[in-house]
């Protein structure tokens, strides 16, 4: 029997994410999976290790309290900001993708681009 | 001798500050500035030869817990030759209209991001430079704003940041197990582990984004659109395909070393080294663009590297890293003379282009000496690690397969000679710029400074000494000689009129199926492991 807790669940949303990638051919769908998929590694990293009943590493804690790993919670910053920046990115891309060849379907756009070649 | 840290801020504080100077002092003040980093990228090299490894802990923290630089042997190799392509490349790209200030911020930055990627110790900082060199190289591609280029460089971006999610998530996993983050740590509290089975998923999740940079076999199909976009310029396909993709491959060896006490995976890398090859050489003679075939050919070359480097023999391995150097500079002088090519006869087709060497002279030499270093002719750069890495095989079945694979390059580049024939229909020699002559000129000898001082080279980089014979090692000689005869009767007699290898042409792998093929290999690593360990 498998725990439900964030290591799970975070690695279940992961394959949903990366399902929505084989499996739609839709730009934005594909860009939004890659969302799912970075929320889900977020998820794991914050919640792998944690004791039950730690505090966040936030001010001055108290020494008796067990304090989080701080680690992984200050990549994960880093890692929101990249998620943040490469989602726009690419919805940037898509505008211009979408001027150019008028279609949100992978296949179409792979289409006309050898077409255009 | 400057701190480590200031060779990888410095070109981007640069690339920013120049934008204050006019495009005409700046771009002067550009070469100039490019030859004092790798000036000091030189020094930091003698140093690191002398004294051993350099380690730099940013922050002022202890060791493990902040961001630490670290200069090895091979690393710091890596870096001097990441300076001498870039100072090759903004040599190059003096006179061109697309120069502009943002181009020469896009592209200081990407050197210095792809030098903190050689640097870096710490697995994270490798992913958050790799993503942001990702996002660079997107916008370099797009850079002339065609519409197949933007497609192309749509379908990198979103490809490699799927790949490098794969790689995060390993990530995760390994310090959920580990609790470290740093190469070095890595190795120490690997060897610690007595139970290889839960290192498996972490392993297979990064091998898999690794592999994708690298461009193995399965997962190679965005390197040629990448690489070979009709319209990217062709500094940016140059670097691309000479410097960018070895950063898989260092990365690979990395891993790999980190790995080696509990996961060993090196049989199956050669196995798949050896497929990528003959794909690469395959799907590489059935284009008939310029662009396009060098791209194949660089997966090509990737396959014999990957060979090399996991053969598990010291020649090899060494030969391995000796072809990673040789195919920076032989590649990127053909991406550039191709480019040259194509401004000049406006066209990409290979038919259509004849007569170059009449045409255009300089080029024509520039392009026979980079061809002749990539097919391993005798006393050229290329037959020197192709000679390491197949003395290294000997006696096991790759030894005759490299023999195969040295064939096929031989035939695509017999057929990529062909434009250097004939007539071009045109009276008199095109006029050039200088700069860019000269560049490709001195890059295509150091092809073959590279071949003449092999040996010699290989103990200055690497500090390890194979005592290679040039020319008296006849069997090598005769070897390539009777290649080469077959590779010209086969092209002649097969190919000449139809070319068999069109119909994979039409096999192109989409957005979707890309991902899926990375899910695959994702999903046959771990069976793999499982069946293995």
């Not at chain 1, 939004?32 to 004791?51: G, H, K, P, R």
């Not at chain 2, 630490?68 to 710091?76: F, I, K, P, Q, Y």
């Not at chain 2, 999610?165 to 996993?173: D, E, N, P, R, T």
């Not at chain 2, 050669?270 to 660089?298: E, M, P, R």
Request: proline residues 3%.
């Amino acid at each position: 029997m498998i725990a439900i807790n964030g290591e799970s669940i975070s690695i279940l949303l992961f394959f949903v994410g990366v399902y929505g990638l084989i499996a739609r051919r839709n730009t934005i769908k594909s860009i939004m999976s890659i969302s799912i998929m970075q929320v889900a590694i977020i998820l794991y990293f914050i919640t792998a290790n944690i004791a039950p009943g730690s505090v966040p590493p936030i001010g001055d804690v108290a020494q008796s309290l067990q304090v989080a790993d701080p680690l992984p919670q200050a990549l994960m910053i880093t890692d929101i900001v990249i998620g943040i920046g490469v989602t726009a990115a690419g919805l940037t891309m898509f505008i211009h993708l979408y001027h150019r060849f008028g279609s949100t379907n992978w296949q179409k756009i792979m289409k006309k681009r050898n077409h255009h070649d | 001798m400057i701190n480590l840290h200031w060779l990888i801020l410095l070109p981007i504080i640069f690339g920013t500050v120049v934008k204050l100077i006019p495009l005409k002092t700046a771009k002067k003040l550009i070469v100039l500035f490019q030859a004092a980093l790798l000036l000091s990228s030189a020094m930091i090299f003698i140093e690191v030869r002398k004294n051993g490894t350099i380690l730099e802990n940013i922050g002022g923290w202890p060791d493990t817990i902040g961001i630490t630089l670290r200069a090895d042997l091979l690393a710091s190799a890596m870096v001097l030759l990441t300076c001498l392509l870039f100072l090759a490349m903004i040599t190059f790209v003096q006179n061109k209209h697309y120069a502009d200030h943002l181009f020469f911020f896009l592209f200081l930055s990407l050197e210095s991001l792809i030098v903190g990627i050689f640097l870096s110790n710490d697995l994270f900082n490798i992913f958050v430079l790799i993503e942001a060199a990702t996002l660079i190289i997107t916008i370099l591609i797009m850079y002339k704003k065609a519409n197949v280029a933007i497609y192309d460089g749509m379908m990198y971006f979103l490809i490699n940041v799927v790949a490098m999610s794969f790689f995060l998530m390993g990530l995760g996993m390994l310090y959920k197990k580990i609790g470290v983050l740093d190469f070095y740590a890595l190795e120490t509290a690997l060897s610690q582990v007595k139970d290889p089975q839960s290192l498996i998923l972490p392993y297979a999740f990064m091998i898999t984004a690794v592999s994708l940079k690298a461009a193995l076999m399965p997962l190679f199909s965005w390197l040629p659109k990448a690489h070979g976009t009709p319209s990217a310029p062709s500094v940016v396909s140059a670097i691309l395909s000479g410097l960018y993709v070895k950063i898989g491959i260092y990365l690979f060896i990395r891993l790999q070393t980190a790995f080696l006490p509990l996961i060993d995976t090196s049989e199956l890398f050669v196995i798949l080294g050896f497929i990528t090859a003959i794909v690469g050489f395959v799907l590489a003679f059935a284009q008939n663009d310029l662009k396009l075939l060098l791209a194949y050919s660089t997966v090509s070359q990737i396959g014999l590297i990957m060979i090399g480097i996991n053969m598990g023999t010291p020649h090899a391995y060494w030969g391995g890293l000796y072809h990673i150097m040789n195919h920076a500079v032989f590649k990127s002088t053909l991406f550039l003379t191709a480019g040259m090519i194509i401004t000049e006869y406006q066209t990409r087709n290979m038919n259509e282009i004849k007569g170059v060497f009449r045409h255009m002279p300089t080029v024509g030499v520039a392009t026979v000496l980079s061809i002749l270093g990539i097919v391993g002719a005798p006393l050229f750069n290329g037959s020197i690690s192709k000679y390491l890495i197949s003395y290294g095989s000997t006696g096991t079945w790759i030894e005759y397969g490299l023999i195969f694979i040295n064939l096929g390059t031989i035939i695509v580049f017999v057929k990529y000679s062909q434009l250097l024939f004939g007539d071009s229909n045109k009276k008199e020699t095109a006029h050039s710029d200088i700069l860019e002559k000269a560049v490709v000129l001195c890059l295509s000898i150091l092809c073959f400074l590279g071949g003449i001082l092999g040996s010699a080279l290989i103990t200055l980089l690497f500090k390890v000494n194979f005592p290679v014979d040039l020319l008296s090692d006849g069997i090598k000689l005769l070897l390539f000689l009777a290649s080469l005869l077959i590779g010209i009767l086969i092209y002649y007699g097969l190919f000449k009129k139809k070319n068999y290898f069109a119909v994979f042409n039409s096999i192109e792998l989409g957005f979707n199926e890309i991902c899926l093929s990375i899910t695959l290999f994702f999903a046959f690593m771990v069976v793999y492991l499982k069946i293995t360990l």
